[in-house]
């Protein structure tokens, strides 16, 4: 791995400066490569060296382009840098180029790979001192490699990296011990041809699996899609209702929902899989959940409030909203808050929504007449969340709950999932104080 270091031709553009390529620039760094040498592009950062490609292509002539996942690698300007011989390779790949003993977990899914890969950091820091748990979650890959370099942390004995399709597009040198896939849905389809070539590019974690790799149960399209890709005896199909978790007890878990249950017996089956010892389960068990993933952000004058901004797939809605209408009050009502920017995807998927009793849907945003359109949900419509919001704390009463499980993209009016997550609980948080009747 260290020649693919040696390798690499200068100039290095790094294309896209969010956290990956923050980190992908310091690695090379310690690594040994002159600052001069290493170029940073980013179409929207005014500070980056170089925020127009052709200007970057022309004037610079990088011989290498580090490309962060939400860069298409069908861009035109790429394709024809490719085709001219330039390298294209991702800080995953330079992260992987800087492993000796570590052994590598990876997790991929449409929707439930944040909460699988947090149980599996649960477990991990349960018995493990050095474990590290990143990638498409958290901290990029590069980052622990830097850190690694420069002293800050010894090496991993287990890594566990949540993948993106957009990762596993550009992954060279990434090999895995032990694998897993959550759910198959439809997501991502602003970038993928069509449903076919999203499933196979999730699909490819399979082929840089060395050991097991492991399926949910109740994945959605996911076994399915196995059957026809012609499982082997490396492919393991998990389900919570397996005689192996008997005697682990998950149903003991912290976690609230049937689906939380697969994921926690999907993790649960990884780190058998991986020999770790008991207490790794239960770490996991004690788990309490991820921000902006049903957080239950608190009830305020007797108003229940979930922050769900993650959920940008119809599966994720479905859930969300099933989750937290069985869970609601007696004589309590349902406000479920869709919209954000459309990505492609199938709104008619939450039509079955509508036979939910006391449910009120409320859109807002880039997507809402989309959303409703197609999904024949009937509801008032906002340009903003925010206006969104100030119809539910006016329309809401004592028993009802509030959620916040969009479908649509932050993009249109937030910087990220997080950002409009931390817009809701902030809003929530000025209902709660004007209301002066805050009970948790």
Known sequence: MK???KNLKTPIAIVGMGKSGEAARRLLLDLGFSAQSVLTFDGKLPTADFNDPEA??????PKTLVVSPGVPLTSAWIQKAQSEGVKITSEISLACACLEQEKLMGITGSVGKSTTVSLLGAGLEAFSKTGFVGGNLGIPFSQYAAEVIEGQRPRADWIVLELSSYQLENCENLSLDLSAITYFTSNHLERYDNLEHYYHTKWNIHSITKKAMLLNNEGGDLVEYSKKKGRDESVKVISKNDPAFKDLHL?????????NQDNLALASALALEAGWPREAIEGMKNFKGLVHRLENVGTFKGVRFINDS?????????????????????GGKLFLLLGGRDKNLPWQDLMPLKHFQSVEFVFFGECREIAQKKSLLPGSSYPQLGEALEHCFKKAKSSDTVLLSPGGTSLDEFKSFEDRGNFFKSKVAEFAKTSQLAES
């Open 251 to 259: 149903e003991k878990a912290q976690l609230i929902g049937q689906h």
């Open 56 to 61: 970057l292509m022309s004037k610079a002539a």
């Open 310 to 330: 993650k959920a940008t797939a119809m599966d994720s809605v479905l859930i969300a909203s099933t989750a937290a209408h069985d869970t609601l009050a007696n």
């Open 3 to 5: 020649e693919f270091i």
